[in-house]
């Protein structure tokens, strides 16, 4: 064991493990990355299959990145964001409210994901306070959603593993039953269904509007509760119904924002505008912490007075605004701007999803393979007629990772869903490798 591994263990407590684990299975220690691959002290290198944490947008030291980050680090790198601003947060702050949807005209900076979902919660509570709608105090979320590990993140999280033993100090977030495609009840495919299951929605809101400020929701795509994809109807049907009842709209595109399912933002899918979006990870392509909170000039004007009127959002992040990670967010936009990148992404997101389904047909194991994009999962399965799932404890999601890593992909499974959510860069040689040595994984465990 080399010297910093041995001080990694002595000193770090990572996060999302059992730190016990590492005592058989002690941390990677990346040296260098490039492209879609990263090199660990030994020499070894690992295809990064899921950039990192879905951040990694245009790959590992990125030459235009890495240059516009050099050019700024030598103008200012940070600088106090309250009656102070710097030229690149206003130019990538341009930027988003032209590529973004229609509703949205204003930016609000902070530094992670979580973050920017607590600041969307509290603009929508403080903003329906303005209006004097005072029983507007609760949030809706659905089941199986994910938005962060902060307190008021948690509070709109319907996942155990996270939020279980913190629940005596969360939020009273009212829970609606959410789509559920691979196990449908309706009998449907997402494919051709009228999000019959948006009905649970429906009557939440109908019976409950009075106190509801907003609807916090993953477009799309169900991230950490892994990789649940469903229907753009349901987004249709929720943006009407918010809309209806008059109850804000919050699309949380952190993980799917960015090209992620073939389109820049996910709720083009349904060609819905939200009230509020928020944007973190490939927003400054896994280079930076940043987030941002885009929302529509009717909030904003709420909040909008003379100082003694006490209106003002009072929320701050020292790191809001940074120059350094501005500047790196434009030169992201640039780059899928000049660089055609989601016309190329359609041909690559088509032939992982084609490679995948060709190496699981007739699996048994294999209970579903889903596709949106540039992201694909593949669900693992006990039972394929019944569809039953492996018990958690089992971890077979995990050791499947293990198995990977000696082979040379990093896969971080969900549970027992593995996915593919590549940086954009990786070229068809990898897309191969990465789909047949995923699979060597997948037998070579159940073998």
């Known amino acids: 064991m080399n010297e910093y591994i041995k001080k990694d263990l002595e000193y770090i407590w990572h996060p999302c493990s059992q730190m016990k684990d590492y005592e058989d299975f002690p941390p990677i220690v990346i040296e260098k990355g490039h492209g879609c691959y990263l090199y660990d002290m030994e020499g070894n290198k690992y295809l990064d299959c899921i950039s990192s944490w879905w951040t990694t947008t245009f790959g590992h030291s990125n030459r235009r990145i890495n240059d516009a980050l050099k050019k700024q680090v030598d103008q200012i790198e940070h600088v106090i964001f309250a009656n102070f601003s710097n030229k690149p947060a206003i130019e990538i702050a341009e930027k988003l409210i032209k590529i973004t949807p229609d509703r949205l005209k204003k930016v609000y900076f902070a530094d992670n994901g979580s973050s920017a979902v607590e600041i969307a919660l509290k603009m929508s509570f403080h903003y329906h306070q303005h209006k004097g709608n005072e029983k507007k105090t609760r949030f809706v979320a659905i089941s199986d959603a994910y938005h962060g590990e902060t307190l008021g993140s948690l509070s709109v999280c319907d996942l155990d593993l996270y939020n279980q033993i913190y629940k005596p100090l969360l939020l009273n977030t009212l829970r609606v039953e959410g789509p559920d495609c691979f196990r449908c009840k309706y009998n449907k495919t997402r494919e051709n269904c009228n999000a019959e299951c948006f009905e649970h929605m429906e009557k939440a809101l109908r019976e409950n509007h009075e106190e509801l400020c907003s609807v916090i929701i993953e477009p799309m ?191 971080r499974p969900i549970g027992n869903v593995l996915y593919f959510l590549p940086p954009y860069v990786i070229g068809e040689k990898e897309m191969h490798f990465m789909v047949d040595k995923c699979f060597e994984s997948i037998d070579e465990y159940f073998d």
């Open 221 to 411: 795509v169900q991230g950490a509760a892994g990789m649940k994809i469903y229907s753009p109807v349901y987004l249709k049907k929720l943006r009407e119904a918010c809309d209806k009842y008059d109850i804000i709209l919050i699309a949380d595109e952190i993980a799917v924002g960015f090209g992620r399912t073939g389109k820049m933002f996910a709720c083009e899918h349904a060609d819905i505008s939200p009230d509020i979006m928020c944007l973190s990870k490939g927003l400054s392509a896994g280079y930076m912490p940043m987030s941002a909170v885009l929302t529509s000039e009717d909030i904003y004007n709420k909040f909008y007075g003379e100082y003694k009127e006490l209106k003002a959002f009072l929320h701050s992040h020292t790191y809001a605004g940074n120059a350094m990670a501005c500047a790196i967010a434009t030169e992201n936009i640039k780059i899928f701007e000049e660089e055609k990148v989601l016309e190329k992404n359609k041909a690559k997101g088509e032939l992982i999803k084609k490679l995948t389904l060709e190496k699981a047909k007739d699996h048994p194991h294999v209970g579903e393979v889903r596709n949106l994009g540039m992201i694909t999962a593949i669900e693992l399965v006990k039972d394929k007629k019944t569809k039953e799932g492996f018990p958690w404890e089992e971890r077979v999601g995990y050791e499947i990772y293990k198995i990977a890593l000696k082979k040379g992909l990093l896969l």
